[in-house]
């Protein structure tokens, strides 16, 4: 019960942050409806845990819970290889950016010596 | 034949105007690469007649090496490209005799050597460390060395056009010799001599930068992008 509370409140309390971001104009309409519609589910699903089981006993999983958590692990390793893979790609930008600055402001030797 | 020394340098204002003098006997021109230092290692590599270029951000040895050699490529037209180091271990006078390696031969790459002929002096955990290294090599490039991280290279001017570091970091030893698979680079070894010193050992790679090697490799063949 106290754990269905605190996730609740921390839906809420996610929600309200992205809704502040996306005014300010942080994140984009599309992340912005993708992260309110999750916070939504997780609050029907904090609500009504047993709503989810007949979708996991559909797909061969005894409980509702036990397929958020596989379904969770799963996504999250995904979006951490994106973002590694988004990573690399960054530092080698910002060594192409370093490089050509270095290229750019070189110091030629003096000719009379 | 127009030859060209890259010098990746970080921190090493005390040593680096003798490395570039030291070359500059040898070659025609000497590029450095400050790789973000926070000391006068610019300011030196310049008034010791280098042509100076500096990182502003730090990226590490194989990105320096990679700027210098793209400068030298765009700017300098270079026939041979020569990898030297800025701390004094390695010996010039070791140049012209791989440029003639290079030129005598058919060979694009001239790998330095410091096991060829006999062993230096150097502590027992590097010599392990090293010859692990080797065994390495063979197994994921592919290549039979007597040396396989030295970093002292003769590179024909096709050849250093061929062979882009992308492995910013320590990795990229290992990297420029998967090129040299990959791109079917005619290779040989040349026994260089490698003077180690207490001060310089502090400095360098430690044995344990080899797990790093490792880590970036894997992590290359893996998030390749």
């Known amino acids: 019960m106290i754990f269905q509370i605190l996730l609740i409140a921390f839906a809420f309390f996610a929600l309200a942050i992205t809704t502040k971001q996306y005014r300010r104009r942080k994140v984009s309409l599309y992340w912005y409806i993708l992260w309110t519609l999750l916070w939504l589910a997780v609050i029907i699903v904090a609500l009504l845990p047993q709503a989810t089981d007949p979708l996991a006993q559909l797909v061969g999983v005894e409980r509702g819970a ?17 973002v590694l893979v988004r990573l690399e790609k960054v530092q080698k930008e910002i060594t192409e950016v370093v490089r050509k600055v270095a290229i750019d402001k070189v110091q030629e030797p003096k000719k009379d010596e | ?35 973000c230092s926070y000391d006068q290692t610019f300011d030196e590599a310049y008034s010791s007649g280098a042509y100076a270029l500096r990182h502003v951000l730090n990226r590490g ?53 410091r096991f060829l002929h006999g062993c230096p002096d150097m502590p027992l955990s590097r010599k392990i460390t090293l010859k692990l290294a080797i065994i390495f090599t063979l197994v994921v490039s592919g290549i039979k060395l007597s040396d396989a991280h030295c970093g002292f290279r003769i590179l024909s001017k096709s050849a250093a056009k061929r062979i ?53 490799l894997i992590k290359s063949k893996f998030f390749d992008v």
Request: net charge negative.
């Open chain 1, 66 to 82: 036990d397929l958020l958590v596989y379904i969770a692990i799963v996504v999250l390793a995904y979006g951490l290889y994106r």
């Open chain 2, 1 to 35: 034949m127009k030859t060209v020394a890259i010098i990746p340098a970080y921190n090493e204002e005390s040593r680096v105007a003798d490395a570039v003098r030291d070359a500059s006997c040898f070659v025609d021109h000497v590029v450095v690469v400050d790789d």
């Open chain 2, 61 to 113: 040895q194989g990105a320096a090496l990679q700027t210098g050699t793209s400068f030298a490529l765009k700017n300098l037209n270079p026939d041979v490209i020569v990898h030297f180091d800025a701390d004094g271990q390695m010996q010039g006078r070791d140049i012209p005799k791989m440029i003639d390696l290079l030129s005598n031969s058919d060979v694009d790459v001239v790998l330095g050597s």
């Open chain 2, 164 to 216: 882009c570091i992308t492995r910013d970091r320590m990795a990229h030893a290992s990297e420029i010799l998967d090129l040299i698979k990959v791109n079917r680079l005619k290779y040989t070894e040349c026994p260089v001599d490698i003077k180690y010193s207490d001060e310089t050992l502090a400095k360098g790679q430690s044995s344990l930068g080899a797990i790093t090697i490792v880590k970036d």
